[in-house]
Structure formats: C-alpha cells, structure tokens
C-alpha cells in the first residue's frame, strides 16, 4: 500500500459517519464523568486541607520552641572567680 492508497484509505474511513451511540452508555458515561469529577474535588479540597493545617501547625511548632535559637551549652560550668 503506497501513500496515496493510505491517504485514500483514511479519508474514507473519516468520511464515514459515526455509529450511533446508544443512549444507556451515554448516561453511563455522563454518570461517571461526574462521579470522577466529584471525586478529585474532595481529593483535591482534602490535600489543601492537609497542607494548611500542617502549615498551622509548623507555624505554632515554630513559634513555641524557636528551633533557630542555638540551646543554651551544658557541657562546661560557668567560670567563676578568676
């Protein structure tokens, strides 16, 4: 099959007029789409959830122990006295 036969071949397939859907797998489809799209919302309402309550809580985290603050030395006493 040379070029011009494929080409031939496929206009000819894309002429052709679609099958008809029957109308149960088109509300099943419908069905579904929205499903999914009902799913990924909660999915995706749920992580920013997620991801402002760990901020939240780094935050308090952060501001109650001051992990920047370099911890007071404990290995050598206070020299006193010189």
């Known amino acids: 099959m040379n070029r011009a036969e494929r080409e031939a071949a496929v206009r000819r397939i894309m ?4 099958p008809p859907v029957p109308l149960d797998v088109y509300t099943e489809a419908v069905r579904r789409g929205e499903r999914l799209l009902r799913r990924r919302r909660l999915a995706r309402r749920v992580l920013w959830l997620l991801a402002c309550a760990a901020a939240v809580a780094f ?10 603050a370099e911890p007071p030395s404990d290995t050598t ?3 006193t006295g010189w």
């Open 15 to 18: 002429e052709r007029t679609a």
């Open 59 to 68: 935050t308090v985290w952060a501001a109650r122990t001051h992990p920047w």
């Open 77 to 79: 006493p206070p020299v």
